[in-house]
Nanobody, 111 residues
Framework: QVQVVESGGGLVQPGGSLRLSCAVSGMFSETIAMAWYRQAPGKERELVARIFAGGAINYGESMEGRFTISRDNAKNSVYLHMNSLKPEDTAVYYC?????WGQGTQVTVSS
């Protein structure tokens, strides 16, 4: 059974930074892409960033620059470093591993 668990969300002031972590337990393959999505209230889920097995990265629209995705296959994990956060970054952030999804972690950017 594959489980995907996110951590690291919370409340941060505008301009601040956060690092989200996602760990996969159960069957893990380095060949499967890992990604972060987010969903703000009243909006559709959108891609933040995806990292492929070979290290290639896709960023969602307007995401590159303030968000950095990385993965550590030895730890079955993917990370999202978020800088210069804005109130509009407030959302539930979801980790995706193949067909599997985590439960999400809330990120709130507010003063």
């Amino acid at each position: 059974q594959v489980q995907v668990v996110e951590s690291g969300g919370g409340l941060v002031q505008p301009g601040g930074s956060l690092r989200l972590s996602c760990a996969v337990s159960g069957m893990f393959s380095e060949t499967i892409a890992m990604a972060w999505y987010r969903q703000a209230p009243g909006k559709e889920r959108e891609l933040v960033a995806r990292i492929f097995a070979g290290g290639a990265i896709n960023y969602g629209e307007s995401m590159e620059g303030r968000f950095t995705i990385s993965r550590d296959n030895a730890k079955n994990s993917v990370y999202l470093h978020m800088n210069s956060l804005k109130p509009e970054d407030t959302a539930v952030y979801y980790c995706n591993y193949g067909i599997f999804w985590g439960q999400g972690t809330q990120v709130t950017v507010s003063s």
